[in-house]
Nanobody, 120 residues
Framework: QVQLVESGGGLVQAGGSLRLSCAASGSFLSIGAMRWYRQAPGKQRELVATITTGGSTNYPDSVKGRFTISRDNEKNTVYLQMNSLKPEDTCVYYC??????????????WGQGTQVTVSS
């Protein structure tokens, strides 16, 4: 089983920056694509960044040009650099990963979330 642990959330003023990290640990064969989602109270969870094992990335228009996802495959860690933050970026941010276990079964794994609050 894999555990995803996020860190780096906090309170920042509008226009500021934060860098989130998500480290995978435990017993697994491999990790495929990794993603960051976010969810505001009363709203659906929103995908904000995806990165493949090869480093290809994808973002929705709402964060494109402001957020950058990256990964360190040796450390099984994914990062989300968030710049030019806006109050509407205030959410709980979740890390997600495609995991393959030693039985070659693939499954989704989620972190516990980290709160990001952007003040105006």
């Amino acid at each position: 089983q894999v555990q995803l642990v996020e860190s780096g959330g906090g309170l920042v003023q509008a226009g500021g920056s934060l860098r989130l990290s998500c480290a995978a640990s435990g017993s697994f064969l491999s990790i495929g694509a990794m993603r960051w989602y976010r969810q505001a109270p009363g709203k659906q969870r929103e995908l904000v960044a995806t990165i493949t094992t090869g480093g290809s990335t994808n973002y929705p228009d709402s964060v494109k040009g402001r957020f950058t996802i990256s990964r360190d495959n040796e450390k099984n860690t994914v990062y989300l650099q968030m710049n030019s933050l806006k109050p509407e970026d205030t959410c709980v941010y979740y890390c997600n990963a495609d995991v393959t276990n030693w039985s070659l079964r693939r499954y989704d794994s989620w972190g516990q979330g980290t709160q990001v609050t952007v003040s105006s």
